[in-house]
């Protein structure tokens, strides 16, 4: 028996040449460290296992920081769900998404930010909407008496007559800006908020994308796709998430 153990021992630790680049590895590591290539199952056999999935397949398919992830998964091993913070997660959110090549969670990561975005909005106009009202009614007043859509003393049509209008509409107008920075201040809690939960369960959601892809695909990560997921995430909000809140605001007022 003894034997047989070192005998194992032995062809663990044992150094072969990968057939894809011909660099050296260690039948125990599961994969070659120069081209990330996996290497034969049956190279070793007595490899520890992660929620029946070979630890060595875990590091292949995470790639960057591969450590950090494996001994958390091994700490929660045969956990759904845990609880784990995620710096980088938390920071980078989409582009995170999109660096683990997760694009089906990037996707719905977008889906649920329009809803918050609209949700926390209506909330913020809600509250303060009392407040708004005889504000947007005085905007609305001047503009009707001197028929522009701008507020300026240079108006040829100025007079007199609308000065007092003109004067209120001007406060009016300030007032409405500084409300709308308290509404965005609501929303950029409630997003934070978001953030941190996504920052706490982040490590879980890939977990769950790595069982159901590892058999399936190598992973890894992409710096590209990190880049172009953040220029993309900003497009889609100046597209489609400024001009809803704005319409929503229209809608109200």
């Known amino acids: 028996l003894e034997k047989k153990r070192k005998g194992q021992k032995w062809m663990d630790n044992l150094e072969k040449k990968c057939e894809h680049c011909g660099a050296t590895y260690i039948v125990s590591d599961g994969y070659c460290k120069q081209c990330w290539k996996r290497i034969p199952t049956t190279a070793s056999p007595k490899e520890a296992l992660?929620?029946?999935?070979?630890?060595?397949?875990?590091?292949?398919?995470?790639?960057?920081?591969?450590?950090?992830?494996?001994?958390i998964y091994t700490k929660n091993e045969g956990k759904k769900f845990f609880v784990n913070w995620n710096w980088a997660a938390f920071f980078f959110g989409f582009n995170w998404l999109c660096y683990r090549k997760m694009y089906k969670?990037?996707?719905?990561?977008?889906?649920?930010?329009?809803?918050?975005?609209?949700?926390?909005?209506?909330?913020?106009?809600?509250?303060?909407?009392?407040?708004?009202?005889?504000?947007?009614?005085?905007?609305?007043?001047?503009?009707?008496?001197?028929?522009?859509?701008?507020?300026?003393?240079l108006n040829p049509v100025y007079s007199a007559e609308t000065s007092v209008l003109?004067?209120?509409?001007?406060?009016?107008?300030?007032?409405?800006?500084?409300?709308?920075?308290?509404?965005?201040?609501?929303?950029?809690?409630?997003?934070?908020?978001?953030?941190?939960?996504?920052?706490?369960?982040?490590?879980?959601?890939?977990?769950?994308?790595?069982?159901?892809?590892?058999?399936?695909?190598?992973?890894?990560?992409?710096?590209?796709?990190?880049?172009?997921?953040g220029f993309a995430y900003r497009t889609i909000s100046s597209l489609l998430i400024s001009p809803l809140i704005s319409l929503l605001m229209d809608m109200v007022f």
């Open 50 to 71: 992660l929620d029946g999935v070979k630890k060595a397949d875990w590091h292949f398919f995470i790639d960057k920081n591969a450590s950090r992830y494996v001994d």
């Open 105 to 153: 969670f990037a996707c719905l990561y977008i889906i649920v930010d329009l809803i918050l975005a609209i949700v926390l909005t209506s909330i913020g106009v809600g509250i303060y909407a009392p407040k708004l009202q005889p504000h947007y009614q005085n905007v609305a007043a001047y503009e009707e008496a001197v028929g522009v859509d701008t507020l300026t003393k």
């Open 166 to 229: 003109l004067d209120k509409a001007l406060d009016s107008q300030k007032e409405i800006e500084r409300i709308a920075l308290k509404i965005g201040g609501i929303s950029s809690i409630g997003m934070l908020l978001c953030g941190i939960s996504f920052g706490i369960f982040a490590d879980s959601i890939y977990k769950i994308h790595i069982l159901k892809n590892i058999k399936f695909t190598d992973g890894g990560t992409s710096i590209l796709a990190f880049f172009v997921g």
